[in-house]
């Protein structure tokens, strides 16, 4: 009964409960608890037992000496069931990690739903993020590799600006030149899609994985994919040759795959769903089976794993970069406004392939002439600009405004914000801007790549 | 020979081209022209061959005495070949009307790809939009419905703002009034979804469907789906049971069905594909089948048709609404400026579940306090917003954010435009927020809403 012990491994042992056994522990205070029977890791001495939630995650619940405890099913008859196929939404792994040496994966908490832990005692939600904590609630992560951990930030994704960018990009820098084969972000899913292009214009030359990794539902929850994503993010970082950055989240509702997307060509496209994010314009760069610990390549990644030295940390972001999406009938105050308040650049999320009302081409061009660059986007989200078919395009590229081509708008600001704090010389923004950098680009947008919609 | 005579009836004579067979027809200039001989409306004196191209569109070719004109293919095979199941892009359909009243339809140019017609004599893209016109460019609209057209303007619809869509809704209800069974709004698709819903907003109690309608690509492509759309336009307004306002385009990429979609549902999904509209959060509302003149029903439609009497018409639309997407680090001095020039709403797109940064609390909050209205949706586009979740959406609640649930944010700007224009008492814009008044809110977004990606 590893870890177990005084009272506690007493209650387990009066119930007749092993390893491995599906338990109900009904404590005094009402609520009770169901779960596979897990080994403790003796970190710390209080009263608990860790059982394994249908949600793959782990927690400990705080007994005393008249909770009860009660065996549901036992291991056997488990392993029985889930080989005759019973669906079970995280199989039993390995109680104890591989013997021999693994790779190394650091995880580097910023906050969010994944980077946390609920307290059961409590009811609270804290951030958990020393490696003891990791491995407690998702011992899984330590079969493949060996795990170090630190929080770097809590902030919540909604809250992220350029500056965290900058301070995540010389932690994951810093953890990489300390030789890990594979560094994790756990960070929270709302911005996680743009703080991994940050992540991915900013680390040249990347040696190994950069995976940032979320949950949309906190692990209290049945239905959390915290433990799911973990476990994928984890294999992704220690074992894919694919050196980019790169976001590991559900891949579908069920619990049979993952899918590790391209930072520059994710987006999130949903407010809720486990497989909200999704590659857009692009394949997504891997498939991951974690209860098979295999990963798919679905396309070359942008570069393979290589000497550490290769590094080239290109940190920094202007923050005077603004994001506007165009609507019928926007006025041209918020251009000028934009443009006097001393706004370096300027993405616009225009309409069909490139397009913004005839009266800001004007203000616009005001724009240009005083230094303010201009990058055209599509709200349209698939497909790319194309501003020479029609009048306003070929007007709007008359004044200056940059074709961003099939970037996405998010990526793109992202893009700018970093080209901005490296130049100012307009022929090197401009060969920065359409050069293709990070996969942000797609050649070729193969008909196959737009969903499939639901009629 | 209908409708040669001259000249023009010699040449095709001595081809010994009929009605119905493949001709080529090989000019002077070096240009050439291949496509289904067709009957010709004796609309002016011109020396014109007609032909429908493969893509469904009739053009009139310029002759002389010179040109050849050649019998590529013969009626009969065609018939034969496509008995036998050979592709068709348009099939042949009658080259009569059938005789008998049929529904009115009105339609109504308002500017865009699919108002215009290329002028083979010079090039020209040119508006088209006489009914004589648009019978001789796509003569099957006739086989379904009495058409009546005109030019209303010719707007690119990049340059629409909420001015004009006062004008559609107008001239629409003048149209319902005068008793036709269907109106046609041909637009550009840039902004078509916006218009549809300012359509959707301001015409309450439809009595017969709105349709608008517009082409990808222009009528001189083979691949233009100005034709196909037209058609498919024209059988939902002559005879859909659905009196709401639809879009209806390409459902796919083939030439087998269109889609109407709900306009306060659908949004403009890529840049350049005929099947770039698609419904969110909902499924559209028909499939149509033009060469069958079949329409499906998909779920029950808003309203279906009634008494003209019905109609009610709230336009007016306030001009002082923005809507601002947000992104990591946007200044709070963006929202300030808007409250300051005295917008008096404000749509944002918000991250996730709907979240903007802390920092922009404060400044959210005086702007309510100042009678700025601010409305959240989601920049993921599937799922609704939950303020509820997480403190910062709690916050901005508290705040007074009005959440979107999960209207579209481009949407959810016209109709906080709409509502900006009728009241201005706090508690009724709220609750006409909250209303369902044009379909705009779906109560269950079920799973299978959430397109298939490509992995």
Redesign the interface.
């Known amino acids: 009964m590893p870890g177990y012990s005084g009272f506690v491994r007493s209650l387990l042992a009066r119930a007749g409960a092993r390893i491995g056994d599906r338990i109900r522990i009904e404590r005094n205070d009402g609520r009770s608890f169901e779960g596979i029977l897990m080994p403790r890791y003796a970190i710390h001495e209080r009263p608990i037992i860790v059982i394994k939630l249908d949600n793959g995650y782990n927690i400990g619940v705080r007994v005393d000496e008249n909770t009860r405890v009660e065996v549901i099913k036992p291991r056997e008859t488990i392993l029985r069931e889930a080989a005759a196929g019973a669906p079970a939404a995280i199989p039993l792994l390995e109680e104890e990690p591989p013997p021999g040496p693994k790779p190394r994966v650091y995880i580097l908490g910023t906050g969010g739903t994944i980077a946390s832990k609920v307290e059961y005692e409590t009811g609270a939600v804290k951030p958990a993020f020393s490696a003891a904590e990791i491995l407690q609630a998702v011992p899984e992560v330590g079969f493949v590799a060996d795990i170090d951990a630190g929080v770097l930030m809590n902030t919540?994704?909604?809250?992220?600006?350029?500056?965290y960018?900058e301070k995540i990009v010389d932690a994951v820098a810093d953890k990489i030149r300390k030789g890990y084969d594979g560094v994790i972000v756990a960070h929270g899913?709302?911005?996680m899609a743009?703080?991994g292009a940050a992540l991915a214009f900013a680390l040249r030359n990347l040696p190994v994985p950069v995976v940032l990794v979320g949950a949309q539902r906190s692990s209290d929850r049945p239905s959390s994919d915290a433990a799911f994503n973990l476990i994928a993010a984890t294999l992704v970082a220690a074992k894919s040759e694919a050196a980019e950055v790169l976001v590991v989240m559900h891949?579908e509702?069920g619990d049979t795959y993952a899918?590790a997307h391209r930072a520059t060509k994710v987006?999130?496209?949903?407010?809720?769903?486990r497989?909200?994010f999704?590659?857009i314009n692009a394949?997504?760069v891997a498939?991951i089976y974690p209860f098979e610990r295999r990963i798919e390549l679905?396309q070359e990644p942008l570069r393979r794993r290589g000497s550490k030295e290769d590094l080239v940390v290109e940190n920094g972001f202007e923050?005077k970069v603004?994001?506007?999406?165009?609507?019928?009938?926007?006025?041209s105050?918020?251009i000028d406004?934009?443009v006097d308040?001393g706004y370096r650049g300027i993405v616009l999320?225009?309409?069909?392939?490139?397009?913004?009302?005839?009266?800001l081409v004007d203000p616009i061009r005001r724009g240009v002439e005083l230094g303010t660059y201009f990058v055209m986007t599509?709200?349209?989200?698939?497909?790319?600009?194309?501003m020479n078919v029609?009048?306003?395009g070929r007007r709007l590229l008359q004044a200056g405004v940059i074709p961003g081509g099939d970037m996405l708008?998010?990526t793109a600001?992202v893009k700018l914000s970093w080209i901005l704090a490296r130049t100012q010389e307009r022929s090197e923004v401009i060969s920065l801007l359409q050069r293709n950098i990070a996969g942000e680009y797609t050649h070729r947008i193969t008909?196959?790549?737009?969903?499939?919609?639901?009629?």
Do not use: C
Request: positive net charge; glycine residues 8%; without cysteine.
């Open positions: 919540l994704s909604e809250n992220m600006k350029p500056e960018w899913t709302d911005t743009y703080t891949g509702t899918l987006r999130k496209m949903h407010t809720s769903r497989d909200a999704q590659s394949r997504p498939k679905l923050r603004a994001l506007i999406k165009y609507y019928p009938g926007m006025d105050e918020i406004f934009l308040r999320e225009g309409t069909g392939l490139g397009h913004v009302g005839e009266w599509s709200q349209t989200l698939f497909g790319r600009v194309n029609y009048t306003t708008p998010e600001f008909i196959d790549l737009y969903p499939r919609w639901p009629h």
